[in-house]
């Protein structure tokens, strides 16, 4: 279990990250989520030691991550694929924190067959693997030391289609055995696959938290609904006072589909598409931060390196 209570880490006068505070359980994959520079690398700094807190804690399995002996068997962290020494292979690269953990040799190949590294690339030199593999080595390395918690930063950046589904079917798996996950990113629809919790952070603080289910309940109803004349459709709905947008090839309705069916049929209009289309997880979000998005606010691009 990973614990974050009132964490806050500041720089100057900037509070990259403020006043945060969310639990991580066993059994679970948390998603940590929010636009870049929003403060979750961070918080992930601070949970193993590299950025000292300004005021806060954290703690997993109950201990300060400093505190934990041989924490590489308890605790599996990937912040930044490219961190390792280019000149290393990836053999290498495992070997060390195997030998430094007190592992096996065998675990080396263990772990490369598990992220799909073969002999061969796994012998060539860091600066010639891509991002994607230096991703599958990071993630070989953080469950090197089999451990009870996974703490990972963007770990599908690089990854292609079939390896992001191979990541998601990995950590979960690891979550159902009983381990604890938290994985930040800024891609919502793919941690949203995943994740049994979510928390949602913009510019340094927590914005909402829960599950799926619990952060979209109380989104307005909105309906997608496509006809055989879309505009007719639209002049309609909007007369009865519903807001209406293009969606695809049709339109979104502010409205329950009941109302959307009635207005149609009352104005002999013939529907070839209807069902309910409520904001989803990213329209939530970014309703939730539109003042931290790039966007929408001039000093998020300045702060960007500071809370990433």
């Known amino acids: 279990m990973i614990i974050v209570d009132h964490l806050t880490r500041k720089y100057g006068s900037f509070a990259a990250v403020d006043d945060v505070s969310f639990v991580a359980q066993p059994g679970r994959v948390t998603g940590f989520l929010g636009p870049n520079g929003a403060g979750k690398t961070t918080t992930m700094r601070v949970m193993v030691g590299l950025t000292p807190a300004t005021s806060g804690s954290v703690t997993i399995g109950g201990h300060a991550y400093r505190d934990i002996p041989n924490p590489g068997r308890h605790v599996g962290v990937l912040l930044d694929a490219s961190a390792q020494h280019a000149g290393r292979t990836g053999r290498e690269v495992l070997t060390i924190g195997a030998r430094t953990m007190g592992l096996p040799d065998s675990r080396i190949d263990e772990m490369l067959e598990l992220v799909s590294l073969t002999g061969p690339e796994s012998k060539r030199r860091l600066r010639n693997y891509s991002l994607g593999m230096r991703q599958r080595l990071g993630i070989a390395h953080a469950l090197l030391g089999d451990p009870s918690v996974l703490i990972l930063d963007e770990p599908?950046?690089?990854?292609?289609?079939?390896?992001?589904?191979?990541?998601?079917?990995?950590?979960?798996?690891?979550?159902?055995?009983?381990?604890?996950?938290?994985?930040?990113?800024?891609?919502?629809?793919?941690?949203?696959?995943?994740?049994?919790?979510?928390?949602?952070?913009?510019?340094?603080?927590?914005?909402?938290?829960?599950?799926?289910?619990?952060?979209?309940?109380?989104?307005?109803?909105?309906?997608?609904?496509?006809?055989?004349?879309?505009?007719?459709?639209?002049?309609?709905?909007?007369?009865?006072?519903?807001?209406?947008?293009?969606?695809?090839?049709?339109?979104?309705?502010?409205?329950?589909?009941?109302?959307v069916g009635r207005a149609a049929a009352e104005h002999g209009l013939v529907l070839t598409d209807l069902r309910t289309g409520s904001a989803g997880l990213e329209d939530l979000f970014l309703e939730l931060t539109a003042s931290t998005q790039r966007e929408g606010h001039p000093q998020a691009a300045t702060q960007q390196g500071a809370s990433a």
């Open 156 to 259: 599908a950046n690089g990854l292609d289609p079939a390896g992001i589904r191979w990541m998601r079917g990995l950590l979960k798996g690891y979550a159902d055995r009983g381990g604890t996950v938290l994985l930040s990113s800024h891609l919502l629809h793919e941690v949203e696959q995943i994740a049994d919790e979510m928390i949602l952070i913009g510019r340094g603080r927590v914005v909402a938290q829960g599950d799926k289910k619990s952060l979209l309940q109380g989104q307005a109803a909105s309906t997608l609904v496509t006809s055989t004349d879309n505009t007719r459709l639209a002049e309609v709905l909007r007369a009865q006072g519903i807001a209406v947008t293009p969606a695809g090839e049709g339109l979104r309705a502010e409205c329950a589909a009941l109302d």
